[in-house]
């Protein structure tokens, strides 16, 4: 992005941030104009525009409330029970509804807003680090997912696939990416990872960023590097493509841009043959000024193994959104990731916050255990009586944790996002949020979200397969492994077998079943990065008896009250997991990806 553009960009952060209440006012007002006449809507509103009405009547809802509308949209009735504006797509979000990925109504008017976000989001990034597409490309790792067809007719597909869909995007593509288009539609995760990797590697001295959307796909690739290297150099050095890789739109791609180059062969030999890969990322790529990933919220969890790899690089989590509204940007890229706060951006939706009963202090990971929270800062649980009713973006208090609530042009409506931030401060008249965590999520290893009832719903069906052996569970704790790349979902159980059956004489047969069983009942999103490779193999370690009382006396002994203790469903704390670690008797892995 030119000087110009980035000044022009910057210009118009500052007036929205600085007009946040008249263009909040403005937003929603336009929203009610055009969608008072809904079937949905004037059941509440009964045709009037009016904000006062609209704050007291219509109710605030989740995902399943209106689903039995989106779902007479998925199947053909007119989108205008929901919506004024036609409904051109859905988009797919990985926050899932029992079990299924939400289908959220994707209007012009919204994918419109992506492209203002872009400008928006580079322009910072401009003004931070200069004309770094000037000076060369981003090796940024993108993935897409084919789209789904609704009976209606209408596709259903990600939002990064929809934005890498884009005209506009995919023109200037190859100018800012080194990754070329035809490996980012590759439907094969594993070769589409393989030739993006290998792009990034024929152009490194082009390089100036490294990233993706997520934190953890970065650390995906760093461990594809791993076990790819030498075969990526090997082609390199002889100039042809392994023959694995068939997608012949990858192949093609491929092809262009590959050249017989001994000489940058060795160099990258040289530099993966060390015993250390700390610093891998900056060694391999030197002109690199960043990596680019979000990794707030719980990628917060892969912070220290991107830092190790990045060798000094800054970390940078640029923006925060959903598929269902763009929420804001992250006005300093250099602060350290657990510091960054994103401003909100009021021309993107209407936003409203809940605020939580609680205040936000962050408390330690031990602390948070006995809460059975699972995020490493977590919400301490501090009762405030007042303010239980939403507020404006303008009003919120910084210190105060909230839950967002949005509504935009595309027929959500007073609607829970299932985030939970922190305001911590204002930019011009726009308040910043720090990311707390999502709503009841305690596991989740890349885009998977599994709450603390996905858990135990999953963990009742199988436990069911050691009734006939005569065998219960009495205690059950679990974590999210990410020593290893693909991270796995690690349980700890802890078994008693009635009239005097000894563990040690269980069937490692039936265990493995039980494995592979909460893998069948853990969600969709779960089993479609599970079968990407994207998380390993589901694990339970068997512990000796006791060894729950244990946790408890361990918890206790640190100040939490034996009357309200309860094992928590999740652990993080290194010392829990010693004691748990420490008293396995049996270790059992899942034997196939879910169906
Ligand atoms: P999806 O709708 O599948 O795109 O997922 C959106 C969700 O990803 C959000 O609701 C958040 O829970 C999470 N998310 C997005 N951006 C961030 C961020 N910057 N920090 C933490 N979590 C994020």
Redesign the pocket.
């Known amino acids: 992005m030119a000087r110009s553009e980035c000044e022009a960009g910057m210009k118009m952060m500052e007036e929205l941030t600085t007009n946040a209440q008249q263009i909040q006012e403005q937003v929603l007002g336009e929203i009610l104009r055009r969608n008072a006449g809904t079937e949905y809507l004037s059941g509440f509103l009964h045709g009037q525009i009016d904000k006062k009405l609209f704050k007291n009547n219509v109710p605030i809802v989740t995902y399943e409330d209106i689903k039995p509308y989106i779902d007479r949209i998925a199947n053909g009735e007119p989108s205008d029970i929901l919506l004024a504006e036609p409904v051109i797509q859905f988009y797919r ?3 899932t509804s029992g079990g299924q990925p939400k289908l959220i109504p994707t209007t012009a008017e919204l994918a419109n807003k992506w492209p203002i976000f872009r400008t928006l989001l580079q322009s910072v990034m401009t003004k931070h680090f200069g004309e770094l597409d000037q000076a060369g490309k981003g090796m940024s790792l993108m993935f897409t997912k084919p789209a789904i067809e609704t009976p209606s007719g209408l596709k259903a597909t990600s ?1 990064s696939t929809s934005i890498f869909k884009e005209s506009g995007f995919k023109t200037t593509l190859s100018k800012l990416y080194t990754s070329p288009v035809e490996t980012i539609f590759c439907p094969d995760t594993k070769q589409s990872m393989y030739c993006q990797l290998l792009a990034g590697l024929i152009q490194r001295d082009e390089v100036v960023t490294v990233g993706s959307t997520f934190a953890s796909t970065v650390l995906r690739a760093i461990k594809f590097l791993e076990d790819y290297w030498q075969e990526l150099c090997s082609n390199i050095k002889t100039g042809q493509i392994s023959d694995w890789i068939i997608d012949s739109g990858c192949r093609n791609a491929a092809s262009l841009i590959m050249k017989h180059n001994p000489d940058l062969a060795y160099s990258i030999e040289n530099i993966c043959s060390c015993k250390s890969w700390e610093g891998i990322i900056r060694k391999l790529w030197p002109k690199a000024k960043y990596i680019s990933a ?1 990794n ?2 719980v ?1 917060s969890q892969y912070t220290a193994e991107l830092e190790f790899y990045g060798g000094g690089l800054p970390l940078v ?1 640029g ?6 509204a763009i929420c804001g940007i992250n006005l300093e890229p250099l602060r350290k990731p657990s510091d960054v706060s ?1 401003t909100f951006l009021p021309n993107m939706a209407y936003f409203e916050f809940l605020p939580m009963k609680k205040d936000c202090v962050t408390i330690s990971q031990d602390q948070a255990q006995f809460d059975g929270l699972s995020h490493h800062e977590s919400i301490e649980m501090k009762t405030n009586n007042e303010d239980t009713e939403p507020v404006d973006l303008v009003n919120v208090k910084p210190g105060q944790c909230y839950e967002l609530l949005v509504t935009t042009s595309s027929g959500l409506y007073r609607y829970r ?3 939970i931030l922190m305001a911590s401060g204002f930019h011009n008249n726009t308040p910043q949020f720090q ?1 707390m965590e ?1 709503q009841n999520v305690i596991l989740s290893i890349d ?1 998977d979200k599994t709450s603390e009832a996905d858990l135990l719903k999953a963990v009742t069906e199988a436990k069911t397969l050691l009734d006939p052996l005569g065998f219960i569970l009495t205690g059950y704790t679990s974590y999210g492994d990410i020593s290893s790349t693909p991270g796995h979902y690690v349980l700890f159980w802890e078994l008693k077998g009635n009239e005097g059956s000894d563990v040690k004489e269980l069937d490692p047969k039936i265990m493995v079943e039980c494995c592979s069983k909460i893998e069948e009942s853990l969600n969709y999103i779960y089993k479609i990065y599970r079968k990407e490779n994207a998380i390993a193999a589901l694990e339970i370690r068997v512990v000796k008896q006791g060894t729950f009382d244990a946790l408890m006396d361990y918890y206790v002994s640190e100040g939490a009250s034996l009357s309200q203790y309860k094992a928590p469903s999740c652990t993080k704390s290194k010392e829990a997991l010693k004691i748990l670690d420490s008293r396995v008797i049996g270790k059992f892995f899942s034997p196939k990806t879910p169906i």
């Open positions: 979000s990985s926050g939002v979000i707030t919220g990628m989590s923006f925060y959104a959903c598929s269902e994103y996002v299932g985030d990311f999502r885009a």
